[in-house]
């Protein structure tokens, strides 16, 4: 049995996906989990929300409750890695806010910033098959989510399988340039 008092420290790597609802990240992440070397933990965004109990929530608090959501999980996928657990996030940044957060709180070295695209009418065709989103959701957040364009790699789950993606970012992880997209992304504000 192994003593907390002989665990060496260290700072878990975190391998974060961004995109729109449907983009992939989700199936990116499953196939990541199956062929890195390393234990890491997947830590989905819709993982929280659907934690939130169903007890309903009015109207007029519902911005709020959402924002502590995220607020909370950004904070959960940090402690995490500072715990020295390997993660990979998937999150949709649809507003500026989630992104200042997130470089607040990971350390910029320690994130593989990935930018999951598809093509619109693809994002369309598979939320029509998935009906668990609402229609048109992808489309509505496709300008914000890559509005940025700083990525340590991008991806495209339109011409790429999810399992073609994961490898492209397993193989890039052995030779990440610095600065890290997060180390530029903070430095620019």
């Known amino acids: 049995m192994e003593h907390l008092d002989s665990v060496p420290p260290r700072r878990g790597l975190v391998i974060f996906l961004n995109g729109t609802s449907s983009s992939g990240k989700s199936s990116i992440a499953a196939e990541l989990l199956r062929i890195l070397d390393e234990p890491y933990f997947h830590m989905p965004v819709d993982a929280f929300h659907a934690m939130r109990s169903r007890a309903e929530i009015p109207p007029d608090r519902l911005d709020t409750v959402l924002h502590r959501t995220w607020q909370g999980y950004h904070r959960a996928v940090a402690g995490m890695a500072a715990a020295g657990n390997n993660v990979v996030m998937d999150h ?61 790699i991008e991806c495209d789950t339109g011409s790429s399988t999810p399992r073609a993606c994961a490898g492209r970012i397993k193989d890039f992880l052995p030779a990440r340039p610095t600065p890290t997209a997060f180390q530029r992304l903070r430095a620019a504000r």
């Open 92 to 152: 949709v940044l649809s507003a500026e806010w989630r992104l200042t957060d997130c470089l607040s709180l990971f350390v910029p070295q320690d994130v593989v910033f990935v930018g999951v695209h598809c093509p619109l009418e693809e994002l369309e065709r598979r939320e029509r098959e998935r009906g668990d989103r609402p229609s048109g959701l992808a489309a509505r957040q496709l300008a914000q989510v890559h509005a940025r364009g700083v990525y340590d």
